[in-house]
């Protein structure tokens, strides 16, 4: 364990050092990747918001665990209008497994992340995805070439990041779709400040992610209105029906704001 790693919270720790220990793939894969920007910009051109729904069956910060198929949760996902799909393939503390990926990405049609702790180039073999998630302070100095990795395979690298320093690492490392995490991963807080304090300083063509903490329609609004071109929202969406909450984030326009401000006034006025 280095330094920066003794600020992690356990769960984070043991997070990782699982993630080392697992085997990549026997073959490299090869992918012909949907493009995110694409979708992202279609969603846009339709008036929604971008939203990519996680399915995430349990983490270290959920009560128990969604034990429904996959499958059918996407499928639900993409119906209530998700623009891509994030799916855990990380097995011992969410929940998750590459075969569950394999099968939602045969389903649908829109782009898939994969949601993982991929430490080697290696690990980027065990299934292929339209997108794959490298968190900047798991990866560290590997960052680019595990991109160029990542993109020598077809997949389009998401890099996250935390803080302003780690976004410029994953600029550096020329990532062109960045996520931004709003939860604190040495304590497992979220503050969706996080967000509005690193978006300004990234470049208008990357495409930019708010990750975590988006719990409530007037928070998808928050993080769209700090710069948000797509929001990552998992807990929000898997708890309940997957369908009519995909929806109702994809429906956090301003233009739904302005309507319900103008009621609002509508209201003022006549009363
Ligand atoms: O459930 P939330 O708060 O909507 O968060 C989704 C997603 O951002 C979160 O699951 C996540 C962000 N980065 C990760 C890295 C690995 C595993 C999971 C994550």
Known sequence: MNASEDSLAPEVRSILNAARERPGGDERVSVSARSFPDAVAETEAAGRVPVVAEVKPTSPTTDGERTDDPVELAEEMV?????????????????????????????????????????????????EAD?????????GEDLPDLVTAARERGFQPLVEVHDRAELESA????????GVNNRD???????????ESVAPHAPDDVTLLAESGVKTVGDARRMRAAGADALLIGTAIMDG??????????????AAEDAKTDADTDTETTE
């Open 79 to 127: 119906a209530g209008g998700a623009t891509a799909l994030s799916v855990l393939t990380e097995p011992d503390h969410f929940g998750g497994s590459t075969e569950n990926l394999r099968r939602i990405r045969e389903a649908v049609d829109v782009p898939v992340l994969r949601k993982d702790f991929v430490v080697k180039e290696s690990q980027l073999d065990a299934v």
């Open 131 to 139: 997108l794959v998630l490298l968190i900047a302070r798991f990866v």
């Open 171 to 178: 600029l550096e490392a020329g990532a062109e779709i960045i």
């Open 185 to 195: 991963l040495g304590k497992l807080e979220v503050d969706l400040e996080t967000f």
């Open 241 to 254: 029906d997957v369908r009519a909450n995909t929806e109702r984030f994809a429906g956090a326009t301003d």
